[in-house]
Each structure stands twice: as C-alpha cells, then as structure tokens.
C-alpha cells in the first residue's frame, strides 16, 4: 500500500472569527476577567509558541507556561491545578489529557486541528503498519490519541534525531509518521532504516527555498533557522535546524543581531523578549496573493484567542474526551517520550 495519500484541510470559517485585535483597555479588561476565571476554576495555562502573543503573554503572567508540545506535556504533568488550559492545536490537548488523565483538559475551541494529524487517519496508518510487523512505530506528537496508542514510541522535533540514532543503535528498523519532511531529515542523519508516511505541515512546506536565497543576499549578515517540517531545500540553506525552542536557543545564543526565521511567524514573541535588540524576518512563503495556505503562521493556531479563552474559563466546556483505554495504550509511549527525554536531554 502507497503511504501517499490525499491531503486535506478542512479549515472552518472560525479561523478568520478568532478575534486578535484589541483597545489596550479592552484588553486589559478581558486580562483581568481571565485571571480572575484561572483562581475560580483552579485552572493553568499551557500555551504553544505559535499562538498570539495575548495569550502566551498571559500564559506567562499567571504562572502558566508557553512552550513546545514536548515542554507543554512535561509542565503540564506537574501542576497542581485540577484544569489545564491547553491553548494550541487539538493533538496537543489529547496529549496533556493521556499524561493526565485525572486532570480536566479544555482547550479554547476543538476545532483547531493539524495537516499531519489529519493526514495520518488510525485506519489508513494500521493498514500500513500492518505491511511491516517487524519494525518499532514512531510517531510525532502530531497524532491523535488512537495513532499514538498503537505506536511504540511518541517524539517531538526536540527528541526525534536523539530517539532514532538510539533505535539505530540497538538494531532496529523503523516506520516514521506522519511528517515526511522530519523523517527524511532524520533519515539522512542517521541513515536508520526508516519507511515514512507521507504528510506534512502546511505552513512549513509553504516556504519557498528560491526565494529565500534572494532574501539571504539581502541580509548576507542573518543567520537562517528553519524548523525542520520544512523540505530539504531549505534546510539546506539553514545554519541551525531545530524545534521551535532549540530555534530560540539559536537566536538567543548566536552572534548575530538579525535572524531569518522558516517557522510559525508567532514563535517572534519569544524571540524579541529574549533579545530585544535582535531583528527577526519571516523566511518568504507563497505570500498572501498566492496560493499560500499559511504565510508563515498555522491557520489552526490563529483560533486561539482571548475571547474563546475566556469563554472555555466561563464555560468550562470544549473538554478533551478520551475513552480509558486509548488513553491507557497512548500513556505507554508518550510517557516513554517523557522518560526519554529525561534521560537524553540533561
Ligand atoms: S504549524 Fe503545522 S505542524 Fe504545527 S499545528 Fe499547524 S499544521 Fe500542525
């Protein structure tokens, strides 16, 4: 059976109804709403680098955590709270409630989804699976629930390269899913024996490799940091490919005061608080009167905002449901991700 298989993105109207434009006093008075929800229903925010910065900013003012999704489920596992807020895409709020099953888990909308989630339905990827019984199943976080119970082990960018050099290591062949740009990256790293299904991340496969060589003549001074979801092209062009926080790291640590950035145009935020001084340029994508999809920032993300923040608050609905046994099977190797990246990321 071909791993190629049809793409869809069915991204709902709500994307263009998130609400991200505020009076300074409406924005304050909704702050002050939300916190005030946060103490009433003993509730945290875990929030991704790629939502609007209204939300990692309150995130960071109440004690909640902005982060990447293998940052997220570690801080999440470790808050007292009986509600965690989980404010990014959908995978991410299934992964907090199957490390925390006794725990309440909304999210501001159920709608906010991901292309390689999508792209890796249960039943297509057992029927693949099924093809090669003697190889250890790996899949990125950016799976639902089902996907990762039937898995070996669950990673996240800042693991993976880690994770298959050990499973190269102790002889094992590998299946990889969902996204093919990661797994021929890490492929040609490592040169482990990997089949990869083939899906991938809209916004990262948006940006344009030819475009951004013109755009690194304009500033021969910046440094590139492409994530690596995005195709091999550009990561050719990169001088550090990396998950959105080793991508941080980069921009804090390296010399240079300006930094061409092929990821979420949201992870800004971060950068420019930890080096204000520093500029930050989008790596070039289709653009806006093309046929982008993205233009550097996922749609699904943009649905996070503070209005359907406080409304979950208010509400308490948009709950992450599971049925207990998927989460039983999926705590085996996400939790094996977790104890992973205690031992190798010290
Ligand atoms: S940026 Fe890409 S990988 Fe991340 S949630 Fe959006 S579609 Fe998925």
Redesign the pocket.
């Known amino acids: 059976m071909s791993s190629v298989i049809k793409q869809e993105f069915p991204i709902t109207k709500d994307v263009l109804g998130a609400r991200n434009e505020y009076s300074q006093d409406e924005k304050e008075e909704k702050k002050k709403i939300i916190k005030k929800l946060l103490k009433e229903r003993d509730a945290k925010i875990v929030a991704h680098y790629?939502v609007h910065e209204d939300i990692q900013e309150i995130a960071d003012e109440t004690g909640g955590f902005v982060a990447d999704s293998l940052e997220m489920a570690r801080f999440g596992m470790k808050q007292k709270e009986s509600t965690l807020i989980v404010a990014?895409?959908r995978f991410m709020g299934e992964t907090a409630k199957i490390l925390n099953p006794e725990k309440k888990i909304i999210m501001p909308t159920l709608e906010a989804e991901?292309?390689?989630?999508l792209n890796c339905k249960y039943s297509e990827f057992k029927k693949f699976c099924d093809q090669f019984p003697d190889r250890e199943i790996v899949v990125y976080a950016?799976t639902s629930a089902k996907v990762k119970a039937m898995a070996d082990w669950v990673v996240t960018s800042s693991i993976a390269v880690k994770l298959i050099e050990y499973l190269k290591n102790n002889r094992k062949k590998i299946i990889w899913a969902p996204d093919k740009h990661l797994g021929n990256y890490i492929k040609n790293i490592t040169n482990a024996d990997m089949k990869i299904w083939k899906s991938s991340?809209?916004?990262?496969e948006e940006f344009k490799s030819n475009l951004l060589i013109d755009l690194k003549k304009e500033h021969p001074d910046a440094a590139v940091l492409v994530h690596p979801?995005s195709d091999l092209k550009m990561i050719n062009l990169a001088n550090v490919v990396g998950s959105t926080t080793q991508l941080i790291k980069a921009s804090k640590e390296l010399p240079n005061k300006k930094f061409i950035v092929a990821t979420?145009n949201r992870i800004f935020y971060k950068m420019k608080q930890s080096s204000p001084d520093k500029t930050f340029i989008e790596a070039p994508s289709g653009g806006a009167g093309a046929t982008c999809k993205?233009c550097a920032h996922?749609p699904?993300?943009a649905m996070n905002d503070l209005e359907k923040l406080e409304n979950v608050l208010m509400n308490q609905n948009n709950e992450i449901i599971l049925d207990p046994k998927t989460i039983e099977e999926a705590a085996i190797s996400t939790n094996k991700m977790i104890n992973f990246a205690k031992e190798f990321l010290k």
């Open positions: 790629y990014g895409v991901c292309s390689l989630d950016n991340c809209i916004v990262h979801e979420d993205s996922c699904w993300m």
